[in-house]
């Protein structure tokens, strides 16, 4: 049972990620922690954090 789950969601992530898309079509511009901007895609690879915080 475990096992078949398991794979289950193995194979609906595999679905999910063959639908993106491949590149971005225009520049997107965000802020940074320094509200600063920074606009993607740029010449170095970026990793995006989504921190969500409870106050």
Not at 25 to 35: K, W
Request: hydrophobic content about 45%.
């Amino acid at each position: 049972m475990k096992t078949r789950l398991f794979l289950s969601i193995i194979l609906a992530m595999l679905i999910v990620s063959a639908c993106g898309q491949k590149s971005l079509s225009e520049p997107m511009t965000l802020l940074n922690q320094n509200q600063e901007e920074v606009t993607f895609p740029s010449d170095k690879p970026a990793v995006f954090f989504f921190i969500t915080t409870y106050t």
